[in-house]
């Protein structure tokens, strides 16, 4: 039996009914181990309060150490009756704590009773005959009652555990991790600017503080492998000094592997196996574009984000691009050809020519997948133009950019312009 799953925000949602009286949407999440409801919805379904544990019960999440309570669903189905608990023990948080359109949080005390299952990003399937894993490759895993855990290679040297998370929107390394092992390991380092992102970290006096990270580590390792799966390049979140962090393992493998491998899983034997089941992924060439109006028209520069391999030159910091695969660039008629450079599908090539400010040069982008490895396209692909006005709308499968040119910009060509960039199902669509 399938049931589709419903994007959000790098997630899955799935559809659940609690009780038998109204039908919730919960974050399908094998990183958290407990399942959690919102305290509207508990209301709503009717959720029995259990008396002999209504102790206090402390639960940490990113946003630090909150309060919560015990409640009893009764009755807990997935929306077509393909699997169904009883007597579910929740716990119930406040409605501060579920942003968007999800109500709960479906953990690994409800995921690791689903018998086998086959999970990508759009659909839950239950297996009721054995499958032939002969045309499944087999992950190396360690699965208990709350976590599955996977031995990710990164580099050189033993492997790393990482929880499966289908709840993080990207990939995660723990911070107990010092940089100089990371580096020994082949992976390079760069720093991503970030806006808005709110996280509690320990103090030297052991205290709390909820602080604003402006920037955040991204790492990328040559070569990753999960078991006879190459992942490579790998790139990864470092956050320092995160409160919570657990000490069981050292990383977690977040949903968007989900966007180009399918897992099966079956918990209670302990056995975890994987396949390839889509193939046309978008990608990044690993740069980040800026713009600036020049007399009646557009200069576009280009930076280098991630460190190239080997087999690229290594760019300089900032350049001036002048030609697209030998096209010039320099005026609004040109912004279609940008997206070549802003949006390529997986594994395209793409021959740029740029002036350093001494020379001018001419090389080669690769690009490399994006969705499953986790990678935000707009972390690296920021146009910026004097008080424009730059707005990302939607979730991470779906997404939309909206460029507005206010009409004060006078004499610039193409001003009161609103460029429209529409992602959907792994593609890019540009108007204006």
Known sequence: MTIQLRSYRGG????????????????FDTGAEKTLISDAAARRCGLRPLVALARQHLFRF???????????????RLSNGAFSARNLLAYVLPDSEFEGDYTGILGMDVISQMGVFSLNASCLRFHRTPLVMRSL?????????????????????QPIQFLWDTGASTNYLSPN????????????????PVEGLRVHQ???????????????????????????????????YRYSNILGWPGQHYGVLGFPILTEYEITADFVRGRVFTRRY?????????????????RGGLRWFLGSRIPSDGSIPEMPRTAELLAVDGVPVGSWETIRLIQRLMFPQARQSCSVECFDGRRTFTTVLRAVGVPYFGLPLFYFHGIYLPKAIFKFEGGYLQSRIFLEVPKELKGVRGARRRLRVDYRDYSWHFAY
Not at 62 to 76: C, F, H, S, T
Request: charged fraction near 25%.
């Open 278 to 294: 889509r193939w046309n992924l978008a990608g990044t060439y690993g740069v980040a574009l800026f713009a600036e109006e020049s």
């Open 177 to 192: 991790i010092p940089p100089s092992r990371l580096r020994q390991r082949g992976g390079k380092c760069t720093t991503i």
């Open 12 to 27: 899955a949602l799935v559809e659940v009914l609690v009780n038998r009286k109204h039908s919730e949407w919960f974050v």
């Open 62 to 76: 990113g946003k630090g150490i909150i309060e919560v309570r015990p409640a009893m669903i009764d009755d807990l």
């Open 202 to 236: 320990v103090q030297e006096d052991g205290t709390e503080e909820e602080v604003m990270m402006r920037r955040q580590e991204l790492w990328l390792f040559s070569k990753a492998q999960l078991g006879t799966i190459p992942l490579q390049p790998l790139p990864v």
């Open 137 to 157: 490759a087999r992950i190396p895993a360690t699965v208990r009652i709350s976590k599955c855990l996977f031995s990710l290679q990164l580099g050189s040297g």
